[in-house]
């Protein structure tokens, strides 16, 4: 019985990668014609650093409303989905990451190192990142927010077993816990799990999985329908909807 289990659970998660790999080209592939209006980037900055001797990171910075340079903030951490590519960031930042509850964080999007998914950074480069995060801004070192879409999705559970002591919350557009580890230093997470009405059962299912496995480990977790939407969320959807969700939940 054992051995048929753990069979048939092996199985299940390679097909659910394999799926995942497949939505990963199709969002970097679909993501190549995504528009965003100019006037929607003009108050976001660019910055690019090297994380080693022969690789370099870039990240954009959305500064908060009234913005001085002399307050610490808390930071908003935007994970996009696909490949992370410039497009796709700017893309999500537009649909799922640009909301007035984030008004008074510092919102930091990444984009993927070297053309790969934001799920492949290990913890070396996700430290490198908060490393560089926390020498040129003024940020908090913790009560923090990671959320990301699809890829994004997986690896704002990665940032959160890389880093747990940064963070107070997850959203996720869709993603799911993946291979990490349940940590007791999440105790004190808000988590809300979002996916779209129209999405993929496959990343319905990993919600799901995901409340189930982490209730009971964390302050609150909820799930999120987006109604009328599928993977990819569309411009007319008014996001601030989740967001209402996730900072309304009771601690």
Same mark, same amino acid.
């Given at each position: /019985?054992?051995?048929?289990? +753990?069979?048939?659970?092996?199985? @299940? /998660?390679?097909?659910?990668?394999?799926?995942?790999?497949?939505?990963?080209?199709?969002? #970097?592939? =679909?993501?190549?014609?995504?528009? !965003? &209006?100019?006037?929607?980037?003009?108050? !976001?900055? $660019? +910055?690019?650093?090297? =994380?080693?001797?022969?690789?370099?990171? *870039?990240?954009?910075? !959305?500064?908060?409303?009234? =913005?001085? @340079? $002399?307050?610490?903030?808390?930071? %908003?951490?935007?994970? $996009?989905?696909?490949?992370?590519?410039?497009?796709?960031?700017?893309?999500?930042?537009?649909?799922?990451?640009?909301?007035?509850?984030?008004?008074?964080?510092?919102?930091?999007?990444?984009?993927?190192?070297?053309?790969?998914?934001?799920? +492949? /950074?290990? @913890? =070396?480069?996700?430290?490198?990142?908060?490393?560089?995060?926390?020498?040129?801004?003024?940020?908090?070192?913790?009560?923090?927010?990671?959320?990301?879409?699809?890829?994004?999705?997986?690896?704002?559970?990665?940032?959160?077993?890389?880093?747990?002591?940064?963070?107070?919350?997850?959203?996720? %557009? &869709?993603?799911?816990?993946?291979?990490?580890?349940?940590?007791?230093?999440?105790?004190?997470?808000?988590?809300?799990?979002?996916?779209?009405?129209?999405?993929?059962?496959?990343?319905?299912?990993?919600? *799901?999985?995901?409340?189930?496995?982490?209730?009971?480990?964390?302050? #609150?977790?909820?799930?999120?329908?987006?109604?009328?939407?599928?993977?990819?969320?569309? &411009?007319?959807?008014?996001?601030?909807? !989740?967001?209402?969700?996730?900072?309304?939940? @009771?601690?």
């Amino acid at each position: /019985m054992g051995l048929n289990y +753990k069979y048939q659970y092996n199985l @299940k /998660m390679k097909k659910l990668t394999y799926f995942i790999i497949l939505m990963c080209l199709s969002f #970097s592939a =679909y993501g190549q014609n995504f528009h !965003v &209006p100019d006037s929607i980037l003009s108050n !976001v900055e $660019s +910055k690019q650093f090297e =994380y080693t001797y022969t690789a370099k990171f *870039n990240y954009k910075i !959305v500064y908060p409303l009234n =913005y001085d @340079k $002399s307050t610490s903030y808390k930071v %908003f951490l935007g994970l $996009s989905g696909g490949n992370a590519s410039e497009k796709i960031v700017n893309y999500c930042y537009y649909t799922l990451f640009d909301s007035k509850y984030l008004e008074n964080y510092i919102t930091i999007l990444p984009l993927g190192p070297s053309g790969r998914p934001l799920s +492949k /950074m290990d @913890k =070396y480069e996700i430290d490198q990142l908060v490393a560089d995060i926390m020498n040129n801004l003024n940020v908090t070192d913790q009560n923090w927010i990671v959320a990301g879409t699809s890829m994004g999705g997986l690896a704002a559970y990665n940032f959160a077993s890389a880093r747990p002591e940064l963070f107070e919350g997850i959203i996720t %557009f &869709p993603g799911g816990l993946g291979t990490n580890e349940i940590s007791d230093k999440w105790k004190d997470y808000r988590i809300l799990l979002a996916a779209g009405e129209l999405d993929e059962k496959d990343w319905i299912s990993l919600n *799901n999985s995901t409340k189930d496995k982490l209730e009971g480990h964390v302050e #609150s977790i909820d799930v999120f329908t987006i109604e009328g939407q599928g993977h990819i969320i569309e &411009p007319e959807y008014d996001i601030d909807k !989740v967001y209402s969700k996730y900072f309304t939940i @009771k601690k």
